[in-house]
């Protein structure tokens, strides 16, 4: 007993600061950069190389809804055009906005005011995998550790979508669990949120057009946060949430540990 007192102690304060203090590691994949300009004539490696379809050329766009961060497409680039920064700010609140052609990305803007004065200082949120491998899902699981602390911003997962503001769905809705979707999303009172997270769940991911899917939570309820990944780092995930309820802009979060 005395030596997990101990442990405890020297393990001091975990909670991370949001946003953080420290930058991500360089070796972690976040938002891309693209520079087109280095590009040989007729060069498709990158497309080529893509195994989600996610590169278009002319001009070069990267669909970062399909794109699993893998980074095929990086490696098999012959003139280094391809680059990645450890920025994990990455939500949006269109789809369109995820198709990058540069450095540029339109961030996840705030709610309006009257959905900020019902969601703003508390979010109650359902989960459904529709379908997901259980890596989004773990990401989302992670948000409640020390480390990330969801709900010291007021936001948590609750067991009913009757007792919920909106719904975090992730996976390529499979045929299977479509229904179970559209019931869920019935069951929860309006007004409501939907927050697709994940490759899978903004486009079908790597399932794309696959029969047994319906390429993503936008094929069965309407989603108001866009937030990529292959899964996307708990950070990505938590930023989006408060870019959504306005809680970045005001700054207010800034610090909060
Ligand atoms: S990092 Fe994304 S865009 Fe590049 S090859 Fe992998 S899935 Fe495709």
């Given at each position: 007993m005395w030596d997990t007192f101990k442990t405890r102690w020297q393990q001091g304060h975990r909670t991370q600061a949001f946003p953080p203090a420290q930058p991500l590691p360089e070796r972690f994949r976040g938002?891309?950069?693209?520079?087109?300009?280095?590009?040989?004539?007729?060069?498709?490696a990158c497309r080529d190389a893509c195994p989600t379809e996610a590169i278009t050329l002319a001009p070069l766009t990267f669909d970062l809804g399909r794109c699993t961060f893998c980074p095929a497409c990086a490696e098999?680039?012959?003139?280094?055009?391809?680059?990645?920064?450890?920025?994990?700010?990455?939500?949006t609140r269109t789809r369109e906005g995820l198709l990058l052609r540069d450095a540029a990305l339109p961030l996840a803007t705030a709610l309006d005011r009257k959905m900020r004065a019902l969601f703003g200082r508390s979010l109650k949120l359902r989960q459904v995998s529709a379908g997901g491998c259980n890596g989004c899902e773990l990401e989302l699981q992670a948000l409640n550790n020390v480390v990330f602390d969801l709900s010291r911003f007021?936001?948590?997962?609750?067991?009913?979508?009757?007792?919920?503001?909106?719904?975090?769905?992730?996976?390529?809705?499979?045929?299977?669990?479509?229904?179970?979707?559209?019931?869920?999303?019935?069951?929860?009172?309006?007004?409501?949120?939907?927050i697709a997270v994940g490759a899978c769940a903004i486009s079908g991911g790597p399932f794309l057009n696959s029969p047994a899917c319906h390429n993503g939570a936008t094929s069965t309820v309407p989603v108001d946060l866009f937030i990529p990944g292959?899964?996307?780092?708990?950070?990505?995930?938590?930023?989006?949430?408060?870019?959504?309820?306005?809680?970045?802009?005001?700054?207010?979060?800034r610090n909060t540990a």
């Amino acid at each position: 007993m005395w030596d997990t007192f101990k442990t405890r102690w020297q393990q001091g304060h975990r909670t991370q600061a949001f946003p953080p203090a420290q930058p991500l590691p360089e070796r972690f994949r976040g938002r891309p950069t693209i520079d087109a300009g280095r590009c040989a004539a007729g060069c498709t490696a990158c497309r080529d190389a893509c195994p989600t379809e996610a590169i278009t050329l002319a001009p070069l766009t990267f669909d970062l809804g399909r794109c699993t961060f893998c980074p095929a497409c990086a490696e098999a680039c012959p003139s280094g055009a391809i680059a990645w920064t450890p920025d994990y700010r990455l939500a949006t609140r269109t789809r369109e906005g995820l198709l990058l052609r540069d450095a540029a990305l339109p961030l996840a803007t705030a709610l309006d005011r009257k959905m900020r004065a019902l969601f703003g200082r508390s979010l109650k949120l359902r989960q459904v995998s529709a379908g997901g491998c259980n890596g989004c899902e773990l990401e989302l699981q992670a948000l409640n550790n020390v480390v990330f602390d969801l709900s010291r911003f007021g936001i948590q997962f609750v067991a009913s979508p009757r007792h919920a503001d909106g719904l975090v769905i992730t996976g390529p809705v499979t045929a299977n669990m479509r229904l179970a979707l559209q019931k869920t999303y019935e069951a929860v009172p309006d007004p409501k949120l939907v927050i697709a997270v994940g490759a899978c769940a903004i486009s079908g991911g790597p399932f794309l057009n696959s029969p047994a899917c319906h390429n993503g939570a936008t094929s069965t309820v309407p989603v108001d946060l866009f937030i990529p990944g292959c899964p996307p780092h708990p950070l990505t995930i938590l930023d989006g949430l408060l870019r959504l309820l306005g809680r970045l802009e005001s700054g207010r979060e800034r610090n909060t540990a």
